[in-house]
């Protein structure tokens, strides 16, 4: 079994995707409620994770509880959002807004990644077995890379929906290869 956490709250008055924002004090508080249901329901045995910043500093705060090594890769990353990567959103120009928000998926965000390229980008990693040999790994990563896995898994075409699978700030997710499921267990 692969478990997916997704990391904690960060300043939500910038755009994420890339950018290099912290956790905030909810965030680390929704970390720990999270290690706290790890250490108690699951065995972990190895820690990957997005090397994002507010993905590490969750990572970090698990593996507290866990002393495990942590292993940070890049292809855990969330949606390239481009040059809007970092922006204060409350500064953005009504046609960045509007790019932001795009319900096509073929629209790249900030000329960076599109919805569709994302879900491209975990797809390649279910077909060249990204995740095979990692069970009993905890991955912390982010609400793109889960959902892309929702869709895929549960054979659904991706939209820009971001709140279909509830996929919240410190959620846990089974994910099983051997049934190709995936589920939130917390």
Do not use: C, W
Not at 79 to 97: C, I, R, S
Not at 132 to 141: F, Y
């Amino acid at each position: 079994m692969i478990y997916l956490l997704r990391h904690g709250l960060d300043d939500e008055n910038f755009i994420g995707g890339h950018s290099d924002v912290s956790l905030t004090e909810e965030g680390v508080e929704q970390i720990q409620n999270s290690t706290q249901y790890i250490v108690n329901n699951l065995e972990i045995e190895n820690i990957y994770t997005s090397d994002i910043k507010r993905a590490v500093e969750s990572a970090e705060i698990v593996n507290k509880s866990l002393n495990k090594n942590i292993i940070k890769d890049s292809s855990l990353r969330e949606l390239d959002k481009g040059y809007l990567t970092g922006k204060e959103k409350n500064k953005l120009t009504e046609e960045e807004l509007n790019n932001l928000n795009t319900k096509n998926i073929e629209e790249k965000i900030g000329n960076g990644e599109s919805m569709l390229d994302l879900y491209k980008r975990v797809v390649n990693l279910l077909k060249e077995d990204y995740f095979k040999n990692k069970d009993k790994s905890l991955i912390v990563t982010h609400r793109g890379i889960i959902n892309m896995l929702y869709y895929y898994l549960n054979g659904q075409p991706p939209t820009t929906n971001k709140e279909q699978y509830d996929v919240t700030h410190g959620s846990i997710h089974k994910l099983n290869l051997k049934n190709k499921t995936i589920k939130k267990i917390y």
